[in-house]
C-alpha cells in the first residue's frame, strides 16, 4: 500500500513538474529555457504577458516628417509583426526600429503597455 500512494505521489509529482516547464514554443525564439523559467517563477503572470505580446506587441507608423530619427534597422521581413521571429524581446520600455523593407517604424510595446491591454480586454 505505501508503495502504490508513494509511486502515485511521485507520478503526481513528474506531472506538475513536467507541465510547469513547458513555454510557447514561439517564445523559445527569442528567450531561453532558463531565461522563460526564470521570468515565470519571479513573476509568473509575465509569461501570459509575453504569450499575449506574441500577437500584439509590434505595429507600423509612418515615421515622422521632419524629425530626427536615428533608430536602428532591423530587416523585418516583409512586414512581419511577430516579435519572436524578428528576435526581439519585449522590455520596461517602448521600442523603436527603423523597418529595411518598409522605411516605416516598427513599434514593440513595453511590458507595462501590453499588461494594461490584457487588463482592459
Same mark, same amino acid.
Do not use: H, R, W
Given at each position: 500500500?505505501?508503495?502504490?500512494? &508513494?509511486?502515485?505521489?511521485? &507520478? @503526481? @509529482?513528474? *506531472?506538475?513538474?513536467? =507541465?510547469?516547464?513547458? &513555454?510557447?514554443p514561439s517564445l523559445l525564439k527569442s528567450y531561453s529555457t /532558463?531565461?522563460?523559467?526564470?521570468?515565470? =517563477?519571479?513573476?509568473?503572470?509575465?509569461?501570459?504577458? +509575453?504569450? #499575449?505580446?506574441?500577437?500584439?506587441?509590434? #505595429? #507600423?507608423?509612418?515615421k515622422p516628417e521632419g524629425k530626427i530619427s536615428d533608430f536602428?534597422?532591423?530587416?523585418?521581413?516583409? !512586414?512581419?509583426?511577430? &516579435?519572436?521571429? +524578428?528576435?526581439?524581446?519585449?522590455?520596461?520600455?517602448? =521600442?523603436?526600429?527603423? /523597418?529595411?523593407?518598409? !522605411?516605416?517604424?516598427? *513599434? *514593440?510595446? /513595453?511590458?507595462? *503597455?501590453l499588461e494594461l491591454e490584457m487588463k482592459n480586454k
Amino acid at each position: 500500500m505505501k508503495t502504490n500512494l &508513494f509511486s502515485l505521489l511521485l &507520478f @503526481f @509529482f513528474s *506531472v506538475q513538474f513536467a =507541465q510547469a516547464q513547458q &513555454f510557447n514554443p514561439s517564445l523559445l525564439k527569442s528567450y531561453s529555457t /532558463s531565461e522563460l523559467t526564470k521570468i515565470e =517563477q519571479e513573476n509568473p503572470n509575465q509569461i501570459k504577458v +509575453l504569450e #499575449y505580446a506574441i500577437a500584439n506587441a509590434c #505595429y #507600423y507608423i509612418a515615421k515622422p516628417e521632419g524629425k530626427i530619427s536615428d533608430f536602428p534597422t532591423l530587416n523585418t521581413k516583409n !512586414g512581419l509583426l511577430d &516579435f519572436t521571429e +524578428l528576435g526581439l524581446k519585449i522590455t520596461d520600455k517602448t =521600442q523603436y526600429f527603423t /523597418s529595411k523593407e518598409t !522605411g516605416k517604424l516598427l *513599434v *514593440v510595446k /513595453s511590458l507595462y *503597455v501590453l499588461e494594461l491591454e490584457m487588463k482592459n480586454k
